[in-house]
């Protein structure tokens, strides 16, 4: 099977930065991670592309073989086969705590590399979507957000063990949560995770009952989250504190609120512009005059000069959004789309009949030059 372009596997473009491949990375691991899934073969499939995209986009010259050569300039590059490794080994193929410390300020947490009792540990990041109209995001706006999350079992604290009892240290590892084993004829050792404890370093030898021993039950959760105003489709909000709780005393991870906009029935964003199309008549495009044409501020009148073109643009000054930094204001740009009646009565018939005799096309700038152009291509493939 041939395996998907790196950069369609990330979401990013080709002259995406070091800093957006690593955010692009980190979302899709923390959606796609084994912990998170438990069970779901595609979830790992998705995380595993996930670490091996990143792997070569990351790394400079690995990514400048990609980019000259495609899927086969990486042959013997040192690119690892994630399809055929299991999760816990590709914390060390990558060195995935490095990793997430450096994204997330605190290492990446999960059954397969949990955290030893000897150190603490940053729960898990989450995420979810807030959708705003172009109103919201021409104030700013606060919205109130319910989520669910993984919280401390309140009938352990979170332990695991039933009321009466605690976690005991591990037979196996001896509450280290890793193991080394003698490699090929003695000389060195292979450190893997504990297969009793998954490297927590300690077992749970009467289970609670009420979170059957895993230490966590899932919790409604609803939180105000202040959006600022000229935020962008896709962009985020981090809400500090409020993902899953920490290991052994970690501090919990961070929401990530992500942006979606809903569609506006008349207005299109454009950066911090906004475009509205306005239907209007012939004789008003001739004419000129006043029309009434929607804006996020209720109905604003606008000067149509006379001799309006269809596709013509008008500006309204700052009636467009601001700007997420400067809060400069952008403007609302009117298109002007002008309609030909498909019926006429009698007396409309009339008058454009009359309006018609006393055209003469062939001195209409528009037109004399469309028909001059028309003879000179027929005369000269004659």
Not at 22 to 35: E, N, Q, S, W
């Amino acid at each position: 099977m041939d395996k998907r372009d790196y950069y369609e596997v990330l979401g990013v473009d080709k002259n995406a930065g070091t800093d957006d491949i690593k955010r692009a990375y980190r979302r899709l691991a923390i959606k796609y991670h084994p912990d998170k899934n438990p069970g779901d073969k595609e979830a790992e499939a998705k995380f595993k592309e996930c670490a091996e995209a990143y792997e070569v986009l990351s790394d400079t010259d690995k990514r400048a073989r990609y980019d000259q050569y495609g899927h086969s300039g990486l042959q013997g590059s040192g690119v690892h086969d994630f399809s055929k490794m299991n999760v816990e080994d590709i914390f060390g193929a990558l060195n995935l705590e490095d990793i997430f410390g450096d994204l997330f300020g605190s290492g990446f947490g999960g059954k397969s590399r949990r955290p030893s009792a000897r150190g603490a540990r940053k729960g898990y990041d989450l995420e979810t979507v807030v959708e705003l109209t172009l109103n919201d995001v021409a104030s700013g706006v606060e919205k109130s957000i319910e989520f669910t999350r993984q919280d401390n079992c309140e009938e352990c604290g979170g332990s695991g063990a039933a009321k009466g009892s605690s976690p005991m240290k591990c037979s196996t590892c001896g509450g280290n949560g890793q193991v080394a084993q003698a490699g090929m004829g003695g000389f060195f050792q292979m450190v893997s995770t504990c297969p009793k404890c998954k490297g927590n370093g300690t077992v749970i030898g009467s289970p609670c009952k009420n979170c059957r021993g895993t230490g966590r039950i899932p919790k409604k959760r609803l939180v105000n989250v202040k959006i600022p105003a000229g935020v962008h489709e896709g962009q985020s909000v981090r809400v500090h504190g409020e993902g899953e709780p920490g290991f052994n005393g970690g501090p919990r991870g961070d929401l990530y609120c992500y942006v979606k906009l809903k569609e506006h029935p008349f207005l299109q964003r454009d950066g911090i512009d906004l475009i509205a199309v306005v239907p209007i008549g012939f004789t008003q495009a001739a004419l000129g005059g006043i029309v009434e044409v929607p804006s996020l501020n209720g109905m604003k009148e606008l000067k149509i000069s006379p001799g309006t073109q269809n596709g013509d643009v008008f500006r309204i000054k700052g009636q467009g959004l601001p700007d997420i930094r400067t809060k400069y204001t952008g403007d609302e740009l009117v298109q002007i789309l002008v309609e030909i009646p498909k019926k006429l009565n009698s007396q409309q018939e009339e008058l454009l009949r009359k309006f018609a005799e006393t055209e003469d096309k062939t001195v209409l700038p528009k037109s004399k030059g469309f028909f001059e152009k028309l003879k000179q291509y027929f005369n000269n493939n004659k």
